[in-house]
């Protein structure tokens, strides 16, 4: 089973060879990493070709964003399994993939498998477990897409990333797929180690009116009022519980 690994990147040279390191690292042999670069005008292709013994596609064009470069990836990507890995994140071990291809061997009908992520800042690590999200809880919930590993044909299914939503289209693309009807499902491990920093958090207040608008697509407002209320209660319970960041 191969899978493919889409890194998109722009002005990535302080963080990129991290990345490629943690792919390069994996036991798992069959995979194509696949560098989607907007153009960057400062060290990232270098360092990318710095490592092409291992990176199988390298486009360096200027893009309409993450999601649109995102959405490249996607398109060349030629393997079974299709996760996107940013260029400030790193896999949290070398048998990340090997242990998801495994889980999809042993679950032939899951279209999408997710794992957990451990946050990071400059000065803390944080565990955010997803083993609770389901299709009736997730348009209350979120998904963090470093956890997601998506069988291609999803990408036919449902379509590719909206650029609608310049901060959501990741949460908007996967509701979609648990609307779908989509099987999905979770293991117990980490994937990734996300950087809690990003571009999602320099407009926290637009973050979340966007995020809105994506929900109302999918439930009515008054629903989705009274599910709200009664899953923030219940994410309240998880945080003294220790099971959210």
Known sequence: MKVSVVTVCFNSASTIEATLLSVKEQTWDNIE???IDGGSSDETVDIV???RDRVTCLVSE???GIYDAMNKGAGVANGEIVYFLNSDDRLCDPRVIEDVVSCFTHNPD????YGDVVYCSEDSRSACRFGHINKNNIIYEHLCHQAVFAHKE????VGLLNLEYPINADYDWLLRVFFSGAVTFHMSRDIALFDATGRHMDDVD????ERRDVRMKFVNPLHY???DVFYRMRRKWRRITGGLR
Request: aromatic share 8%; net charge positive; charged share 20%.
């Open 33 to 35: 990493h696949i560098i």
């Open 49 to 51: 070709n710095a490592h």
């Open 62 to 64: 200027p893009d309409d």
């Open 110 to 113: 899951a279209r999408l498998v």
């Open 154 to 157: 999803l990408f036919s299914q």
């Open 206 to 209: 637009l973050l979340r009116r």
């Open 225 to 227: 009022f009274v599910g």
